[in-house]
C-alpha cells in the first residue's frame, strides 16, 4: 500500500474515534466523572483532611457521588457551605436515631407492581432506576433495594399493565434514584407507551439533573417530554439559591419555552436552608427562573441523616417569618410525608 493511501487510512481511523467519542452526550460524561472520593473533594475544596476518615467511613454507607460542575459552585474552604453539607459524607451518619427508619415512608408496603407505588388516589410513582446523579446525604431512598423493587431495564411491561388496569389513574410520576439518568431513547420508548394510555393526563418528572448537570436538558430530551398528548410537568429539586447559577437558568429556560410545567420541592435541612433569609431568597431566585415553589418537606425520618433534622416547632415558626416577607405564591406548601396517609400532610403554622 503506497505511503499516501496508508495516510488516508489511519486519517479515516482517528475521524471514525473521534466522531464515536463525540456521540457520547455530555451530560453522561459529566456522570461518569463525579466526584466518588471524599479525599478528592476535600482536596478540590482545599480543605483540610480533618474530615477524611469520617467521610471514607460514611461513604461506606451511602457512596459519595457529586459532579463537578455541582462542586465547582461550592465555596472552596469552607467546610459548611450548603451545598457541600448536602454531599460530603460524615461520621453522624453512622449513629443509630431511635425513630428513623431504613423505609420511612412506606415504599415498599406502597408497591402495586414492580416499581410501581401506589400511595395516592388518581397518581402512581414509577420507579424507573436506581441510578442518580448526586448522592444527597438526606436521601430517603438512600437504603432502598433498587435492584429488586423496580424494573430491569426496558421490562416496563408489568407496570404499565398495572396502569392500564386502573382507569382512576391520571397522572404517572417518573422517580428513582432519578429517571433523566436514564437515556432520552429508553425514556422516549416509556413516554410512548404512556401516551397510549387513555385515561393518563399527566406526566411528570421528579428530577435533580437540572440543577445538578445542567446540560442534561438537550433537545431528545424536550422532544419526549413535551411532545405527547400528556400534559408534561418537571419538579425539580433546589435546597438552596446557590444551586441555581445560570447554566442551570438557561436549561430551565429551554423547559419552559417548551411549555413544560416547573415546580421545585426543597428539604428542610439543619445547616443548608434552615432561615427565613435562605428559603426566602430560594423563592425569589426559583420565581425569577419561571419555577413555582411547590413544597418544602420536613426529613424523611431515614436511618443516617438525623443530623439533618429541624423540629416541626421550628419548621412552623420559619414558615410564618416566610409569609411575612413573601407573597403568598411564593410560600412553598411544608409538608411531612406520613406512611399510609391519604396524600402528603400539611404541617400548620
Not at 120 to 143: N, S
Request: with cysteine.
Amino acid at each position: 500500500m503506497r505511503a499516501s493511501a496508508v495516510g488516508a487510512t489511519a486519517q479515516r481511523a482517528m475521524i471514525t474515534r473521534i466522531d464515536a467519542v463525540r456521540q457520547i452526550p455530555g451530560w453522561q460524561t459529566a456522570l461518569q466523572q463525579a466526584i466518588s472520593d471524599p479525599a478528592e473533594l476535600l482536596q478540590v475544596l482545599r480543605l483540610d483532611d480533618q474530615w477524611l476518615d469520617a467521610a471514607r467511613r460514611a461513604a461506606r454507607l451511602f457512596p459519595l457521588r457529586a459532579p463537578r460542575d455541582y462542586v465547582a459552585r461550592m465555596r472552596p474552604g469552607d467546610a459548611h457551605d450548603p451545598l457541600l453539607r448536602q454531599v460530603l459524607p460524615l461520621g453522624a451518619e453512622w449513629d443509630q436515631t431511635p425513630g428513623y427508619a431504613h423505609d420511612p415512608v412506606g415504599d415498599l408496603d406502597a408497591m402495586a407492581a414492580p416499581g410501581v407505588l401506589h400511595k395516592y388516589h388518581g397518581r402512581v410513582l414509577l420507579v424507573t432506576t436506581g441510578a442518580c446523579a448526586i448522592h444527597c446525604r438526606y436521601c430517603f431512598r438512600r437504603h432502598f433495594p433498587y435492584t429488586t423493587a423496580n424494573p430491569a431495564a426496558g421490562q416496563w411491561r408489568g407496570a404499565l399493565d398495572y396502569i392500564e388496569s386502573d382507569s382512576s389513574i391520571g397522572e404517572v410520576i417518573l422517580s428513582g434514584g432519578d429517571p433523566l439518568s436514564l437515556t432520552d431513547a429508553r425514556l422516549a420508548a416509556l413516554a410512548e407507551q404512556l401516551n397510549t394510555i387513555a385515561h393518563l393526563k399527566r406526566l411528570r418528572v421528579h428530577t435533580r439533573l437540572p440543577v445538578v448537570i445542567p446540560e442534561r436538558i438537550t433537545s431528545d430530551l424536550l422532544a419526549w417530554l413535551s411532545g405527547g398528548r400528556l400534559q408534561a410537568v418537571m419538579v425539580i429539586h433546589a435546597n438552596h439559591a446557590q444551586e441555581l447559577d445560570d447554566r442551570v437558568a438557561a436549561a430551565l429556560a429551554r423547559l419552559r419555552d417548551a411549555g413544560v410545567t416547573l415546580l421545585n420541592q426543597s428539604v428542610l435541612l439543619r445547616g443548608v436552608n434552615d432561615s427565613v433569609e435562605v428559603l426566602a431568597a430560594l423563592s425569589e431566585r426559583l420565581f425569577a427562573l419561571g419555577v413555582l415553589p411547590y413544597y418544602l418537606h420536613l426529613l424523611d425520618r431515614v436511618q443516617g441523616a438525623a443530623h439533618f433534622d429541624v423540629p416541626e416547632s421550628e419548621a412552623a415558626a420559619l414558615m410564618s417569618g416566610l409569609n411575612a416577607c413573601l407573597p403568598g405564591f411564593l410560600v412553598p406548601k411544608l409538608v411531612r410525608e406520613i406512611f399510609g396517609a391519604s396524600g402528603k400532610s400539611l404541617i400548620s403554622y
